[in-house]
Structures are given as C-alpha cells and as structure tokens.
C-alpha cells in the first residue's frame, strides 16, 4: 500500500518520504474514469475511453505532488475527478478524511471550501463579464455568510496576497496580462481558505518569464498558509523546482511515483527515463554527452489499450512478460513505488 509507514531494517530506520511525515490529506485508491463510447442511430455503447485507469497514490498535508506526462495521458483528467468535478467511474478519493468519489451532491459541497483548482488557461477560467471583484466575491456569496463589508474586506486581502492592486478591483479580465489573470484565477481559489489545491498546467498558457513569478507565489502562498498542491505539468523543469514528490503518469496509469531528487538522478521506469532524456541540462558540457532516448511509434489510444504494460508498445526494455501480464503498481524501495517488470520481487 501506498503509506509512508517505517521500515525497520539493522537498527537504522529508513524513512520513506523526505518532507511529508505528516499527516494524508488526500487518499486516493484505484480511480477509474471512463468515458464512453458509443455508435449508430441509437448511439449504443462500444467501448470506453480509459483516461484514467486505476490509479492510487496520496498527498500528504503540506507537500507538493507533482504529476507529469506527455499530452493526452489523462493529467488534467485525474485533477478533476479527484475533487469530484467529473462523477468518477470507480475507486475511492478521500479528501480530509472525507470519502467524496460516491459522496451525495450535498456533501461534495460542503466539501468544495477545503479542495480548489486553478486551472490552466485563465482567459477562459474568468467569466469575461465579471469585474475582478465580482470574480474572486463569487465563492464567498456561495459557501459563506459574510456581510457586504467582511466581503469586500476579504476580497482586498486576497488581492494583495497574490500581488494585485487593489485599484484594479472593477476591471475586467481582458484589461489584464496573461500573469495578472492567473492571479484572479489563484485569488479565487483561495477565496475560502481551501486546505488542498489542485493546479492544473497554471503556467502553460503564460509567458516563460512569467511563469517563474505565478510558481514562486504559489511556492510562497503554500508556506505561509499551509497549503497542499497536486501541480499537474508537463514541464519537467518547473516540477524539479516545486514538487515533493513527482508522479508519472502513461496513458491513463501511474508508471512511477518517487521522491524528487530520486526520480531525477535515478528514474527506475523505461518511461520516465525517457522522458527526463529530453530535459536540457543548462550545463553544456553535460549537455553535449547527454543520450536522449528516442520512443519509437506513437502513443496507443486510450480507448484500445495494449494487453500487459501499457507501455509495452514503445518500451526499449521490453520483455515477454511486458506483452501479457500488467505490472503491479508496487514499492520497490524505500518510498519508491514503479509498475515495471524489470523490478520483480527479488529486487525488494
């Protein structure tokens, strides 16, 4: 199981986690989220596209789990089902000791206050007919019973936590940057002081010298009001700067979920090797030796997965097994968890 539990190993302890010895705020177990497919007239079922297909992990108050992937392999869709924005399929999302992915619509409300998103692209997150005010006031006439005053008092105070002028109050989003406008976005989010957050790609529709500056207040909001990110990306540099711990997810699965520095010294999956190959190292000496690897073929669909590893298509380690058995999603190490035949039991 995915807990961060000791292991007792020669009188030394060996702790599975770096930075989260606290407690888990999310629990999430064998997530499915199928979309269906379906044909003719009548438009009867077919199929299912599996965008995502049994996951589980968990986020422990405080810290910071990254999820990465290439497009397509169900990043974003995982985000939003585990606060409940899609009706999951299947498995189990425990949010604060809450189970909410059968939770009737009443207590997945009371619950909205504790789980936010920002989401990708604030252009079209921000009604565009709604002044800033309007936009970050919205959530509090909804959940909260604050008089006229306490709310604009709130509102204030959210906007100069994320760095916005407060003479800005009455504009609109298109009066706004691309930077500016994810800050509403993040403004909003925190509107009800929410214990976890999910951020889905917040810095993928801005300005790379942008980008830095929406992550490092994110990285300063979370230290200074205690608060708990799944940071959904596919920029493997910015995840080395801001995760605890680094998920990476292929067609629908977790292919391997390990502490940060870990996984980017020593990847264990054939994938994740493949992808930290393509991040450039800003040493160019190391850059000049360094081997990319090249996946051949492309990604199969979600809705026809191959039987076994769903990696096993492209893997340049594939084995017979690959090609029937689906690898156990299991710790292989200490706080190191991998779904690859390469690490059979005796590498325990």
Avoid: W
């Avoid at 909205?112 to 936009?135: G, K, Y």
């Avoid at 540099?237 to 870990?262: C, F, K, N, T």
């Amino acid at each position: 199981m995915l807990d961060g539990d000791d292991h007792q190993d020669g009188g030394e302890v060996l702790v599975h986690h770096e930075v989260h010895r606290g407690r888990k705020l999310v629990e999430v177990r064998g997530l499915k989220m199928y979309f269906p497919i379906t044909a003719g007239v009548l438009r009867r079922k077919v199929g299912d596209v599996k965008a995502v297909d049994n996951l589980s992990f968990d986020i422990y108050e405080g810290e910071t789990l990254g999820l990465v992937g290439e497009s397509g392999c169900g990043k974003s869709t995982t985000g939003r089902a585990v606060l409940r924005l899609y009706d999951v399929t299947d498995g189990m999302v425990k949010i604060d000791g809450q189970e909410i992915a059968k939770a009737d619509a009443g207590i997945v409300r009371k619950m909205r206050p504790t789980m936010q998103m920002v989401f990708q692209d604030p252009q079209a997150s921000l009604n565009p007919r709604m002044t800033v005010a309007s936009i970050i006031r919205e959530p509090l006439d909804e959940h909260t019973k604050l008089s006229k005053k306490e709310k604009l008092d709130r509102i204030y105070e959210l906007m100069d936590a994320v760095g916005l002028n407060r003479r800005f109050a009455n504009r609109y989003p298109h009066e706004f940057s691309g930077g500016q406008r994810q800050r509403i976005g993040i403004a909003r989010a925190l509107a009800l002081n929410p214990k976890f957050i999910v951020c889905d790609e917040p810095i993928a529709a801005l300005d790379v010298s942008i980008q830095a500056q929406v992550v490092n207040l994110l990285e300063e909001l979370q230290d200074r009001l205690g608060l708990t990110y799944l940071f959904i990306s596919h920029d493997l540099s910015m995840v080395r700067h801001i995760a605890d711990r680094v998920a990476v997810m292929y067609l629908g699965q977790m292919a391997e979920l390990a502490p940060r520095d870990a996984l980017y010294e020593e990847p264990l999956h054939p994938y994740t090797e493949a992808l930290l190959s393509a991040v450039p190292d800003p040493d160019p000496a190391t850059e000049t030796r360094r081997e990319r690897i090249i996946l051949r073929g492309d990604v199969p669909s979600p809705a026809n997965p191959p039987k076994g590893c769903n990696f096993c298509t492209r893997c340049p380690k594939v084995m017979d097994v690959c090609k029937d058995v689906e690898p156990e999603f299991r710790q292989v190490r200490p706080g190191r968890f991998v779904a690859c035949h390469l690490y059979g039991e005796t590498t325990r």
